[in-house]
């Protein structure tokens, strides 16, 4: 299955949906602490113009038509208020363009009564106007210059360093909650190259972490204990297996007078000791030590001890200077079981294996291919290839063999951490394409 093309290890995916939610709460609470404010600051303004209002109707109110228009005048010089008396043609737009402003309307229209107007503009003067009544006289006051602003400040710097904050905290949660996680899987890397010795801390505080520690552990022993039991098997049954049949092949060219019969005895002698390194190198643990390796030169001297133009021709074309990063005793192995398996399979009847080995670079990997001109697989057997002890078909089955070629070839290729994939050519014969890591040194 090909991998997402956008793929986000744990910690970046933790610390990604924190900050989202700490950045989201902290613009949410700066919009809420705005809708606070403005209720306040609207009643606060509409209070003290209503007082200003009051005031001047109270001073209008008390003088006689003819003290009222000195008294008009005299409030007219004033620096915070001025009051004109109201025309029939004036021209007036209203207070009424954000929700600070309707707000405030309302307030002074309760206050005041419902003849009051509140205006941004009077005929063209910019301000903040409020028309009142004084029985059938109409006057307007203006308390500014310009319209009434306010705007519910951003206090910007302590909004970003809020963010800042916020996605500080979430990293550092992100990689408390992913450690564990990280430790976890790095252990479990070392136990898939064979290193069981690898163990989690189960001090850890965390009673849910602690429990996956100490549950690793002890599969981690388990498995330590396995493998050195098969180890001591496996040595066991290969010394017992191999001292009874080189005593058996002794004793065959020794006491068997018929020299064909002793050469078929000694082949079926060969091939019991092959079988049992088949079942060694499938069986066996590797320790790998990974470097820098010459494709071109492994791959021409390992088809340098297979060539033998009676069974298998193998023609090379591997770009010199190639270098690809595995382990020489594995990649050799590889090798060997894929011309192993050419040689048997790859032909026609009473005709020489033809092989082509060729390579490639893929981006950061190499891809070395090595393809047969015999009959191919089935397609419905393909998949199967590489399960220990199966055969492509039922003619392979008297073949000599363990039915473990490719099942090593795989598993060395896991080993240093490369790719195998087998099928049929398009012009005919099976190949195997091996996808190693490219060396740069």
């Known amino acids: 299955m090909a991998p997402p093309r956008l793929a986000l290890n744990l910690f970046w995916r933790t610390f990604a949906l924190l900050a989202l939610l700490l950045a989201a709460g902290v613009l949410a609470w700066q ?18 113009l209503a007082g200003l209002v009051n005031l001047s109707r109270i001073a209008l109110e008390n003088s006689d038509p003819i003290n009222r228009v000195a008294t008009v005048k005299s409030l007219s010089r004033s620096e915070a208020v001025q009051v004109e008396v109201a025309e029939a043609g ?18 002074l229209v309760g206050r005041l009564g419902p003849q009051t107007v509140v205006a941004r503009s ?3 003067v910019p301000g903040l106007w409020v028309r009142f009544a004084i029985g059938e006289d109409h006057f307007w006051l203006q308390t500014s210059p310009v319209p009434l602003q306010v705007t519910l ?13 916020s996605l500080l905290g979430a990293a ?5 909650i992913n450690q564990p996680l990280r430790e976890l899987s790095i252990a479990a890397g070392r136990i898939r190259e064979g290193e069981y010795d690898s163990r989690l801390d189960e001090s850890t505080l ?7 520690n100490m ?13 050195e039991d098969r180890s001591v098997m496996l040595a066991g049954i290969s010394h017992d297996l191999r001292t009874p049949l080189a005593r058996l092949r002794l004793e065959v060219e020794m006491s068997v007078s018929d020299e064909q019969a002793r050469h078929y005895m000694a082949l079926d002698i060969d091939q019991l000791d092959a079988i049992i390194n088949k079942f060694m190198d499938y069986a066996r643990p590797s320790d790998m030590q990974q470097e820098s390796l010459e494709l071109a030169e492994l791959v021409e001297r390992e088809a340098m001890a297979f060539r033998d133009p009676q069974q298998i021709r193998i023609q090379v074309n591997v770009p010199e200077g190639l270098k690809v990063w595995g382990d020489s005793t594995e990649l050799a192995r590889v090798l060997l079981n894929l011309f192993e ?8 009847p009473d005709e020489p294996a033809l092989v082509d080995v060729s390579a490639s670079i893929q981006g950061s990997w190499v891809q070395l291919q090595v393809r047969d001109h015999g009959p191919g697989v089935p397609p419905d057997k393909l998949s199967k290839l590489t399960t220990p002890f199966f055969r492509g078909d039922a003619a392979r089955t008297a073949a000599t063999g363990a039915g473990l070629g490719l099942a090593i070839v795989e598993k060395s290729l896991q080993r240093m951490g490369g790719q195998l994939a087998l099928g049929n050519a398009p012009d005919g014969g099976f190949q195997s394409l091996v996808r190693l890591k490219k060396a740069t040194g």
């Not at 007036?92 to 405030?104: E, G, N, V």
């Not at 400040?153 to 904050?165: E, G």
């Not at 398996?341 to 026609?348: D, F, P, S």
């Open 172 to 176: 550092a949660i992100a990689r408390l």
């Open 215 to 227: 549950g690793f552990n002890r599969m981690a022993r388990e498995l330590a204990k396995m493998e």
């Open 122 to 124: 009077l005929n063209g």
């Open 206 to 212: 965390t009673s849910e972490i602690r429990e996956v």
């Open 31 to 48: 919009q809420t602490f705005k809708a606070l404010e403005a209720e306040p600051r609207a009643l606060d303004t509409a209070q003290q």
């Open 341 to 348: 398996n050419a040689r048997r399979y790859g032909h026609g």
């Open 90 to 107: 004036d021209q007036w737009q209203a207070f009424d363009t954000t929700p600070f402003a309707q707000r405030l309307n309302r307030e």
């Open 153 to 165: 400040s951003t206090n910007w710097w302590w909004l970003l360093i809020a963010l800042v904050a």
